[in-house]
């Protein structure tokens, strides 16, 4: 089993910035992608980024040039940097991995203001 436990959402004025964090506990050695899903209200949840135990990063065209998801593998935990905010962003972010099985965090909302 892994865990999955995020931290750093909440409210924030259009064009500002977040720090998200997702730190993984248990099985960890299973594990090498992790990424960000987000889901807005009415929506399916989307892929955000994804990142390999090597540091290797994709994203959605939507969140290019704008997030940057980084990871520490000493501490297992994974980072998205959400920077020039909009209200279109707002969600809640959710982490993911896959090992022995498949996790997810509870969640983590971000409110943008227009």
């Known amino acids: 089993q892994v865990q999955l436990v995020e931290s750093g959402g909440g409210l924030v004025q259009a064009g500002g910035s977040l720090r998200l964090s997702c730190a993984a506990s248990?099985?960890?050695?299973?594990?090498?992608?992790m990424g960000w899903y987000r889901q807005a209200p009415g929506k399916q949840r989307e892929l955000v980024a994804t990142?390999?135990?090597?540091?290797?990063?994709t994203y959605v065209d939507s969140v290019k040039g704008r997030f940057t998801i980084s990871r520490d593998n000493a501490k297992n935990t994974v980072y998205l940097q959400l920077n020039s905010l909009k209200s279109e962003d707002t969600a809640v972010y959710y982490c993911?991995?896959?090992?022995?099985?498949?996790?997810w965090g509870q969640g983590t909302q971000v409110t943008v203001s227009s």
């Open positions: 993911h991995t896959r090992g022995f099985g498949e996790y």
């Open positions: 248990g099985r960890t050695f299973s594990i090498n992608a």
């Open positions: 990142i390999t135990r090597s540091g290797t990063a």
